[in-house]
């Protein structure tokens, strides 16, 4: 350092007097283009430092679902390309605008039919599920090829209801199904608020992430109304969705509960508190006379436009509580899941009871351990 230092002033010493100034200039210049280059250097290392740090909590991000009732077979649905190896010799052979290697094709779960009852209601199911049907649209696939990656993309023609969903997908991981249904971030609010049957396009895309080749198909789906309750699907049926219309969390069931006080029927809403089954017989008993005393009729309307001429689609058109509750007009379906929703509000618990052509309302008179 020493020797540096001197041969530096010796230099100096020896550089004409009128330079000194031009090169104190260039002296300074170089140090903070070096000091700057350091700078970068350093923040590039932090920033490879954050992206290698991203990639593991990336790669770590996508979790099963382990609920209990959880009973088929997850295929990993990942949303970023750093969570999938991708080979970058996998290019895909592409040809008119098709994949050669992968045949696919589009599903829409229910014969082109989008039902928001169905979407809502099986986010909150609790009985086993046996299959990935939540989202309602998703691949099926065909191919031979051993560890291909795709993207995937999911467009809806209607952005208020989901805008373009895309992830990745080792084809390896649909061999046995072939089927892969990723996880649609619904706007759920805009779901609940549909009251009329809307035909949307959807569009499906599949994508090389090497060669960007896209391949893409659209389908023509009609969006139900939310009144539209799935019944059954040629010989699978989904009954239980009438439960999906229970909404014990509506702000205008305290008004009716200081109804029900009203009467002078019962003293308090308790539901199992006193452990006295009488009690709960008068609380529902002060509930049916509330409802005759605000006018409630019998009122059926069971069809739907949305059905036209599939034979393979069953539904019911059932009324949200905000419906019942405006026109004082309920079938037996929809004052069942009313009056549901606002015994479970108080804690007596419910079921909903279906035979051939009618429903009925259960509710326990004693309270007892919650079964899933």
């Not at 928001?116 to 691949?139: H, Q, V």
């Not at 805008?163 to 046995?176: A, F, H, I, P």
């Not at 009609?222 to 969705?241: G, P």
């Amino acid at each position: 350092m020493k020797k540096t230092l001197a041969l530096l002033t010796f230099l100096i010493l020896l550089a004409p007097t009128s330079s000194y100034g031009q090169f104190w200039k260039d002296l300074r210049k170089k140090a903070k283009e070096i000091e700057d280059a350091a700078g970068q250097i350093n923040r590039t290392a932090q920033q490879v430092n954050d992206a290698v740090n991203t990639v593991k909590a990336v790669v770590a991000s996508w979790k099963p679902d382990t609920a209990s009732n959880v009973k088929y077979a997850q295929i990993p649905d990942f949303r970023r390309e750093e969570e999938v190896p991708i080979q970058k010799n996998q290019r895909l052979k592409f040809e008119n605008g098709e994949f050669r290697d992968v045949s696919w094709e589009p599903v829409t779960r229910f014969y082109n039919n989008v039902f928001p009852s169905f979407i809502i209601g099986w986010a909150n199911y609790r009985g086993d599920k046996y299959e990935d049907m939540g989202s309602s649209l998703g691949f099926k696939f065909k191919t031979g090829l051993r560890n291909a990656v795709i993207k995937w993309e999911i467009t809806c023609s209607d952005p208020t209801f989901f805008e373009t969903d895309s992830g990745y997908l080792n084809l390896d991981n649909v061999k046995s199904s072939n089927y892969f249904m990723p996880k649609i971030r619904w706007n759920y609010r805009n779901l609940v608020a549909h009251k009329s049957n809307l035909p949307v396009t959807i569009t499906f895309r599949i994508i090389d992430p090497v060669s960007k080749m896209v391949s893409e198909k659209v389908e023509g789906v009609n969006l139900r109304s939310i009144n539209d309750c799935l019944l059954q699907v040629e010989q699978k049926k989904f009954l239980y969705l009438f439960a999906s219309y229970v909404n014990e969390d509506h702000s205008q069931i305290d008004g009716i509960l200081k109804k029900m006080l009203d009467t002078k029927m019962i003293s308090s809403i308790s539901g199992y508190q006193s452990g006295v089954p009488g009690d709960v017989f008068l609380q529902v008993a002060a509930l049916w006379k509330v409802l005759g005393n605000m006018g409630f009729q019998y009122s059926s309307i069971t069809k739907n436009s949305g059905n036209s001429d599939n034979s393979r689609v069953f539904t019911q058109s059932v009324r949200t509580f905000d419906q019942v509750l405006k026109n004082k007009q309920a079938n037996c379906v929809d004052g069942t899941v009313f009056m549901a929703s606002i015994l479970q509000k108080i804690g007596i618990r419910t079921v909903l009871v279906t035979v051939p052509g009618h429903c009925f309302l259960g509710f326990l008179q004693v309270k007892t351990p919650k079964v899933n």
